[in-house]
């Protein structure tokens, strides 16, 4: 009895022993923090960049970051001012494109045409460049382009083959002056043949009661001819005038007048040439007297007197060779005209001193300023006369 009351013993004190061993077991593990669960990731969350990255560029949208900067307002940018227009018109005398039949055909015009192989662009070769540059070349057309054989009761009466107006072309003109004293030197059927023969070869002419318009970089330059041997065609000019200047921004008057071989001007040309300044004209051109005269500048605007000979198969060898090309350039600012300069280009109807070989030749060095000095002393007797400096 009494050994099974101490193995009760044993077993109770065993139980107890146990008990506390697994209370002290279970207070280690409660008072052991728990681990916390992870952190939800933010939308707006800025990743760190993986090393060897570049950070990626983030949306200046999302989220709010701070304060979102005004886009800078543009300035209204100035429009440049339009460029000035300078319009250049190139004038020149006397072209015959032909000969008379009653000349000796040895250094005749049409000779001359033979030697070269018929080559069109021989006559105007030595001054082609200086017309190809300009805006308008206007030349007088002393001819008839015809196969006419019935003629004026006269001394000289020009004529070329109507294939001839391909020399014209290949100059680089664009227009001629018909009127003048041997347009009609195969009568009607001359004139009427010529002008067919300009429209066919889109050549423009103006004179004997036609008008010629021309526009260049957007200009227009109208051009009217006449028979300058008195004053009684004031009317008609001044109304000619006054119709074109309407539809025109440079009008252009051209007069055959004066007495041949004078190099000085006649009381009719000098009324003539300031009346159409006068009456709107933006220059004044002339030619007839087969020599070069004095230019005036007459409130602001140019009158060339007498621009002489030019291609001119009119002579074999004419003792006078001396010409020039008349240039006015014309400015225009806005649309308006505000300045009107002249330049003259001394030359010689031939490339040759002894003979005329019909091509117009461009002068250089003295005999530039020899033709120069003419033209100025000319001039300066003139009471509107230009001057070194005009």
């Known amino acids: 009895m009494r050994r099974y009351i101490v193995s009760i013993a044993m077993v109770l004190c065993f139980c107890l022993t146990f008990l506390t061993s697994c209370s002290y077991f279970m207070e280690d593990k409660i008072d052991e923090p728990r681990p916390k669960d992870p952190a939800p990731i933010q939308e707006d969350t800025i990743d760190s960049p993986i090393e060897g990255e570049e950070p990626e560029d983030r949306d200046d949208n999302e989220g709010d970051m701070g304060p979102v900067e005004e886009e800078p307002v543009e300035e209204p940018i100035e429009e440049e001012p339009p460029e000035d227009i300078v319009i250049t018109i190139s004038l020149a005398g006397d072209c015959t494109i032909g000969t008379d039949e009653t000349f000796t055909y040895t250094n005749s015009f049409p000779d001359r045409l033979n030697k070269v192989d018929g080559d069109w662009g021989y006559f105007f070769a030595g001054v082609r460049d200086i017309f190809e540059n300009d805006d308008l070349t206007l030349v007088n057309l002393e001819t008839t382009f015809t196969k006419a054989t019935k003629k004026a009761n006269k001394r000289f009466r020009f004529k070329g083959d109507p294939s001839y107006v391909n020399i014209l072309k290949e100059g680089s003109i664009e227009m001629v002056n018909i009127s003048n004293n041997h347009i009609y030197d195969y009568l009607q059927q001359g004139f009427d043949d010529t002008l067919e023969t300009l429209d066919n070869a889109g050549l423009l002419y103006s004179g004997e009661g036609y008008k010629a318009f021309y526009e260049s970089q957007g200009i227009t330059m109208a051009s009217l001819g006449y028979q300058g041997w008195n004053t009684d065609i004031k009317d008609q000019v001044k109304s000619d005038i006054e119709e074109v200047r309407?539809?025109?921004?440079?009008?252009?008057?051209?007069?055959?007048?004066?007495?041949?071989?004078?190099?000085?001007?006649?009381?009719?040309?000098?009324?003539?040439?300031?009346?159409?300044?006068?009456?709107?004209?933006?220059?004044?051109?002339?030619?007839?007297?087969?020599?070069?005269?004095?230019?005036?500048?007459?409130?602001?605007?140019?009158?060339?007197?007498?621009?002489?000979?030019?291609?001119?198969?009119?002579?074999?060898?004419?003792?006078?060779?001396?010409?020039?090309?008349?240039?006015?350039?014309?400015?225009?600012?806005?649309?308006?005209?505000?300045?009107?300069?002249?330049?003259?280009?001394?030359?010689?109807?031939?490339?040759?001193?002894?003979?005329?070989?019909?091509?117009?030749?461009?002068?250089?060095?003295?005999?530039?300023?020899?033709?120069?000095?003419?033209?100025?002393k000319y001039s300066s007797s003139l009471k509107y006369g230009i001057g070194k400096d005009t």
Not at 255 to 262: D, N, V
Not at 265 to 288: C, K, M, S, Y
Not at 315 to 322: A, E, I, Q, V
Request: glycine residues 10%.
């Open 246 to 376: 309407d539809q025109a921004d440079i009008v252009i008057v051209s007069f055959h007048w004066g007495i041949e071989s004078k190099n000085y001007p006649n009381d009719v040309q000098l009324e003539l040439g300031r009346f159409a300044i006068d009456a709107g004209a933006d220059v004044v051109a002339g030619h007839h007297p087969h020599v070069i005269q004095g230019i005036d500048k007459y409130n602001g605007k140019y009158i060339v007197y007498s621009l002489g000979n030019f291609c001119f198969g009119g002579n074999r060898n004419p003792k006078d060779k001396d010409t020039f090309i008349f240039q006015n350039q014309f400015t225009f600012s806005d649309g308006e005209l505000i300045d009107s300069h002249g330049i003259i280009i001394p030359c010689s109807i031939s490339s040759r001193k002894d003979v005329n070989d019909y091509q117009p030749t461009v002068l250089e060095g003295e005999e530039a300023e020899r033709v120069m000095n003419r033209i100025l």
